[in-house]
């Protein structure tokens, strides 16, 4: 029977680690694939509290799992499937096994959402990314499109306006909700041309993407692109704590997860971190924030088990 | 100990034609999800000693190989048998999703 098993290995996960295994609680992250979380996709971090250096999420996560692993913190690579409390412990169901745990933080996360237009899904990888970091490269003096009007959108549009010959920023409203700082250096970058008012209505190619439909009030404009980056929020990985008769824990109307001020979901002992977890500020320092707030409660709850 | 191959312009087609089963793994060191299934990759060449091929090509290295099977994403895997495309996987995904199609191309 382990004290605690973490879901999860970004920011929340691993900083929940790190803090349950220092205050000498037997603690397990199991990541799907390995430690970074979703930040490992953005290509500048200059908001992170104590990092002056402006670094890639890449760089900003390198050194997170091994500070949790220098406490005893364990982390392994597997896929949780389920949860399920049984007595007062926790069976998790991973690929290959069942273990048991006295208290369980899930920090899983979110995805990034589609946008909704035509062809969307079968253009993945064939010029649809959602991560520019990653892909920008292969746009080298071409033309690219951003799809959406947040803060994610407009950081990735510049840093993709230093690599493409020309990025079209596409946002449906008249206004971007992204921080004045960033949407000032958008305004004043001159390889961003932006399509306000405007939806994507199709991708379109053989292969590989030609171009879009983009549709305005009046018109439709065809803008001939290669690329396409969709920043359009996210959508969040509950998964793990649905079961056959729905979920395990209390959830909200938008899919997150009720938490109180201590992480705490409905269901004793099971936490709830990060981007998951309702009002969450999608922001990496409050997914470690809500990671250090978990484990001081799950250790004060495995010690109130232990000593009962 | 089984280790994954690194593949250029120059040694690519050659394993594609000589093996059986290949898995190449199209990455850059910059591009975290590529980075997050590095150890993945390097679990899977173990585990598939002797059975497939599994390998890497550096799409900064290597960008005509990349550019051949039209690569616009990574990280992007790609399963060969008998020389021919046959699969592809477009983002990180766990090792058993990459095991599963390994174990079907080996039958």
Redesign the interface.
Same mark, same amino acid.
């Given at each position: 029977m382990k004290d605690l098993v973490i879901i999860g290995g970004g920011p929340a996960g691993l900083s929940a680690g790190l803090y349950a295994s220092r205050m000498g609680i037997d603690t397990t992250i199991y990541e799907? /694939?390995?430690? &970074?979380g979703q930040i490992? /996709?953005s290509s500048e971090i200059e908001n992170y509290p104590g990092v002056c250096d402006v670094k890639? &999420? /890449?760089e900003l996560m390198q050194c997170w799992p091994k500070q949790a692993e220098k406490f005893g913190c364990k982390i392994e690579?597997?896929?949780v499937k389920s949860i399920k409390k049984v007595e007062n412990y926790f069976e998790i169901e991973l690929?290959d096994k069942t273990i048991q745990s006295l208290s369980v933080i899930v920090a899983t996360g979110a995805s990034p959402k589609r946008a909704g237009f035509e062809n969307e899904e079968e253009f993945?990888?064939?010029?649809?990314?959602t991560?520019a970091?990653?892909?920008g490269?292969?746009y080298r003096n071409q033309e690219v499109a951003v799809v959406g009007g947040g803060d994610t959108a407009l950081e990735e549009a510049l840093y993709l306006s230093g690599i493409a010959s020309k990025v079209y920023l596409i946002h449906r409203r008249d206004k971007f909700r992204a921080s004045p700082a960033t949407v000032k250096r958008v305004l004043e970058n001159d390889k961003i041309e932006i399509l306000y008012n405007s939806k994507v209505k199709k991708v379109y190619g053989e292969?590989?993407v030609d171009g879009i439909i983009i549709s305005q009030e009046n018109r439709e404009i065809d803008l001939k692109v290669? &690329?396409v980056f969709v920043f359009v929020g996210n959508s969040k990985n509950t998964e793990v704590l649905k079961n056959e008769d729905g979920f395990i824990c209390e959830m909200c109307d938008d899919g997150s997860v009720m938490v109180d001020l201590n992480m705490k979901t409905s269901l004793a002992g099971l936490y709830a971190v990060g981007d998951i977890r309702k009002d969450a500020a999608k922001q990496v320092v409050c997914a470690a924030a809500d990671g250090a707030v978990a484990a001081l409660q799950a250790v004060k709850y495995v010690d109130e088990i232990k000593n009962s | 100990m089984g280790k994954y191959v690194e593949l250029n312009n120059a040694n690519f087609a050659e394993t594609i034609k000589n093996n059986n089963v290949v898995m190449v793994d199209f990455w #850059?060191p910059?591009?975290?999800?590529?980075?997050?299934? #590095?150890?993945?990759i390097e679990e899977l060449a173990e585990d598939y000693e002797g059975k497939a091929v599994v390998a890497k090509v550096n799409?900064?290295e290597a960008p005509e190989v990349?550019g051949q099977f039209?690569?616009?994403?990574?990280?992007?895997v790609l399963f060969f048998k008998n020389g021919e495309l046959v699969d592809q996987m477009?983002?990180?995904?766990?090792?058993?999703n990459y095991a599963a199609k390994l174990d079907a191309l080996l039958g």
């Open positions: 799907k /694939l390995s430690p &970074g490992t /996709l890639s &999420g /890449l690579s597997s896929e690929f993945i990888g064939k010029g649809i990314s991560c970091v990653c892909d490269f292969f292969q590989f290669p &690329g | #850059a910059w591009c975290g999800p590529c980075r997050m299934i #590095a150890p993945v799409t900064d990349a039209g690569i616009r994403s990574i990280p992007t477009i983002g990180a995904a766990p090792k058993a």
